[in-house]
């Protein structure tokens, strides 16, 4: 079992900002994908942020240059800096990770989700 540990959700004004974190543990062998994605109410969940084993890291279109993901140093653990904060980004924040586990099993483990408001 692989499970994901989040925080870092809340409310801020528009133009403010927020920084979300998120920690893997368990049985971990590799972890190919790490990141976040959003739910908002009546949407589906959408891709916000996340770095791939082979070095590249993936935005959403709506959060490019506002948003910035990073990596704690042991890999397990990753970061979503959100700057320039707008009601839009207003949803239900999930870490995912995806990799093998030690039994050599793929794990596609997901947070419990964290809130973040955007509002005046």
């Known amino acids: 079992q692989v499970q994901l540990a989040e925080s870092g959700g809340g409310l801020v004004q528009p133009g403010g900002s927020l920084r979300l974190s998120c920690t893997a543990s368990?049985?971990?062998?590799?972890?190919?994908?790490m990141g976040w994605y959003r739910q908002s109410p009546g949407k589906e969940r959408e891709l916000v942020a996340t770095?791939?084993?082979?070095?590249?890291?993936n935005y959403g279109d709506s959060v490019k240059g506002r948003f910035t993901l990073s990596r704690g140093d042991a890999k397990n653990s990753v970061y979503l800096q959100m700057n320039s904060l707008k009601p839009e980004d207003t949803a239900v924040y999930y870490c995912?990770?995806?990799?093998?586990?030690?039994?050599?099993?793929?794990?596609?483990?997901w947070g419990q989700g964290t809130q973040v408001t955007v509002s005046s």
């Open positions: 368990g049985s971990i062998f590799t972890i190919n994908r």
């Open positions: 770095f791939t084993s082979g070095g590249n890291t």
């Open positions: 995912n990770a995806l990799g093998y586990d030690d039994s050599r099993m793929v794990y596609d483990s």
